[in-house]
C-alpha cells in the first residue's frame, strides 16, 4: 500500500533532549516536507527537499534540522526541544514539485509533547 | 508572501443540508493553486478538490464544489447533502507556481472545523 509513515505517533519529551521524528515513503517521491499544524494557525511548513541530498527551509525552520541521505527517509530532529515545539507534526511527499497531478500525501501525524 | 485566511473557526450544519466554507487569499500572483483539504479525527490530511487559477470553471468533486471569485481572491468550498462523515476539520491551501521557492511550498489557512447535527 502506499503511504507515508511517520513515527512515533506520540512523543513526550522534556526540553533540551535530543529527538529524531521518522518519515519514510514507499512511493519513489522526490519531494517530501514537514509541517507543523498549531490551533488557528493551520499547517505551516518547516523544511522541505527537492530530491536527495537537496533540502531548503520553508517558513518556520528555526529549532528543527532535516537530512536527506536517501529518498524515501527524510527524517526531522529537534536538537534541543523547547516548549514551544509542542505541536502535531506532519511528514508529506508528492511525486515531484507537486500540484494538480501530483498530489501531496500525508502521514497520518506525530502528536509532539515538551515539558 | 501570499496569505490565506479561513474566517469561520467553527459551522454547524444538518445533516442533508448544505454548507459552504469561507476562504480568502492574498496574493499578487496571477496563476496559482488552490486546495481543500480534509482532516477529520484520526488526523488524516486528506484532498477534498483543488483548482488551477487560470481556469474559470469551478472545480467539482460528487458532494464538494468550489466558488471561486478570482477577482475578489475568494475560494470557498459548498458541502452539499451534508453527511456525519463530513465532520472534520477543513483548511484551505494555496500554492504558487514555480519556478522558484515559493512554488514548492503550501500556505495553508488556520482551519474551519465542521460539525454535522444528525
New interface residues.
Given amino acids: 500500500e502506499a503511504q507515508v509513515t511517520q513515527n512515533p505517533r506520540y512523543l513526550i519529551t522534556v526540553t533540551g533532549k535530543k529527538l529524531t521524528v521518522t518519515c519514510s515513503q514507499n512511493m519513489n517521491h522526490e519531494y517530501m516536507s514537514w509541517y507543523r499544524q498549531d490551533p488557528g494557525l493551520g499547517l505551516r511548513q518547516i523544511y522541505y527537499s527537492m530530491n536527495v541530498e537537496v533540502t531548503d527551509k520553508g517558513d518556520v525552520p528555526e529549532g528543527y534540522k532535516v537530512s536527506r541521505k536517501e529518498k524515501r527517509n527524510f527524517p526531522l530532529i529537534l536538537e534541543s526541544p523547547s516548549p514551544n515545539q509542542t505541536s502535531l507534526y506532519f511528514c508529506a511527499s508528492s511525486l515531484g514539485v507537486f500540484g494538480l497531478r501530483s498530489p501531496l500525501h500525508f502521514g497520518n501525524g506525530t502528536r509532539l509533547t515538551v515539558t | 508572501a501570499q496569505t ?1 485566511t ?1 474566517s469561520q ?1 467553527e459551522m454547524s450544519v444538518q445533516e442533508a443540508e448544505t454548507v459552504t466554507l469561507s476562504c480568502t487569499y492574498d496574493t499578487s500572483e496571477s496563476d496559482y ?1 488552490l486546495f481543500w483539504y480534509k482532516q477529520p479525527p ?4 486528506i ?1 477534498v478538490i ?1 483548482q ?1 487559477a487560470y481556469k474559470q470553471q469551478n472545480a467539482t468533486e460528487n458532494r464538494f464544489s468550489v466558488n471561486f471569485q478570482k477577482a475578489a481572491k475568494s475560494f470557498s468550498l459548498k458541502i452539499s447533502d451534508s453527511q456525519l462523515g463530513d465532520a472534520a476539520m477543513y ?1 484551505c ?1 494555496y ?1 504558487s ?2 519556478p522558484g ?1 515559493a ?9 474551519t472545523r465542521l460539525m454535522v447535527k444528525p
Avoid: D, H, I, K
Avoid at chain 2, 512554488?103 to 482551519?111: P, R
Fill in positions: 490565506v479561513q473557526p493553486y484520526s488526523r488524516q490530511m484532498l483543488r488551477e483548511f491551501a500554492r507556481l514555480p521557492n512554488g514548492n511550498m503550501l500556505t495553508f489557512g488556520g482551519g
